[in-house]
């Protein structure tokens, strides 16, 4: 499934996502979740223009509403520390988002099915990580991990699936 950031046009989401918040935010009570979601997005959004300080306030915001709305072993926790990490991560804060990747791993492996997609996306995130910082056993291992969950379900020729293969062999031809 492709995510709203994909779908639309950078420019063209802030007045419409503001226009739900503000909306939000008098009909609603501040920690609903609803509030946390455009939180999410907002931080999507300006994760993909570069603008990760913002991007990261906003993640923030809607962890604190997620955390304190819902049981702490919910996906939607785990969403928002996978935001978060991927902003780190643009950021060259190698540390930072492999700590953010490691809390949402730890509440999806408890809360989701052994093969969800949320499980390979959390461990292809930590491979990349490890990549960037050139631990290439660590960065085999999750990339593996991954693949492992998207071969149940996917086609041998889906682009997740061939994604992750080609992060498998680009370590691979690393460790040579």
Same mark, same amino acid.
């Given at each position: 499934?492709?995510?709203?950031?994909?779908?639309?046009?950078?420019?063209?989401?802030?007045?419409?996502?503001?226009?739900?918040l503000?909306?939000r935010?008098?009909?609603?009570p501040?920690?609903?979740?609803?509030?946390?979601t455009?939180?999410? $997005?907002? +931080?999507?959004?300006?994760?993909?223009k570069?603008? !990760?300080?913002? @991007? =990261?306030?906003?993640?923030? *915001?809607? &962890?604190?509403?997620?955390?304190?709305?819902?049981?702490?072993?919910?996906?939607?926790?785990?969403?928002?520390?996978?935001n978060?990490?991927?902003?780190?991560? $643009?950021? +060259?804060?190698?540390?930072?988002?492999?700590?953010? !990747?490691?809390? @949402? =791993?730890?509440i999806?492996? *408890?809360a &989701?099915?052994?093969?969800?997609?949320?499980?390979?996306d959390?461990?292809?995130?930590?491979?990349?990580?490890?990549e960037?910082?050139?631990?290439?056993?660590?960065?085999?291992?999750?990339?593996?991990?991954?693949?492992?969950?998207?071969?149940?379900? =996917?086609?041998?020729?889906?682009?997740? &699936?061939v994604?992750?293969?080609?992060?498998?062999r680009?370590v691979?031809?690393?460790?040579?």
């Amino acid at each position: 499934m492709r995510s709203i950031v994909q779908q639309i046009d950078l420019d063209e989401f802030y007045p419409v996502v503001y226009l739900a918040l503000k909306i939000r935010v008098k009909a609603l009570p501040p920690d609903h979740l609803h509030i946390a979601t455009i939180y999410n $997005n907002i +931080g999507l959004v300006q994760g993909k223009k570069d603008e !990760y300080d913002l @991007a =990261l306030m906003n993640h923030d *915001k809607a &962890l604190k509403i997620v955390l304190k709305a819902l049981p702490s072993d919910h996906p939607h926790i785990a969403t928002t520390y996978n935001n978060i990490g991927v902003v780190h991560q $643009n950021k +060259g804060e190698y540390d930072l988002a492999l700590m953010n !990747y490691e809390k @949402a =791993l730890k509440i999806v492996l *408890k809360a &989701l099915p052994p093969d969800h997609p949320d499980i390979a996306d959390t461990y292809r995130n930590m491979g990349l990580v490890h990549e960037a910082t050139c631990t290439w056993q660590s960065a085999l291992e999750y990339h593996s991990r991954a693949a492992t969950i998207r071969r149940r379900s =996917l086609a041998t020729t889906h682009p997740q &699936l061939v994604t992750i293969e080609n992060d498998i062999r680009r370590v691979k031809a690393q460790l040579k």
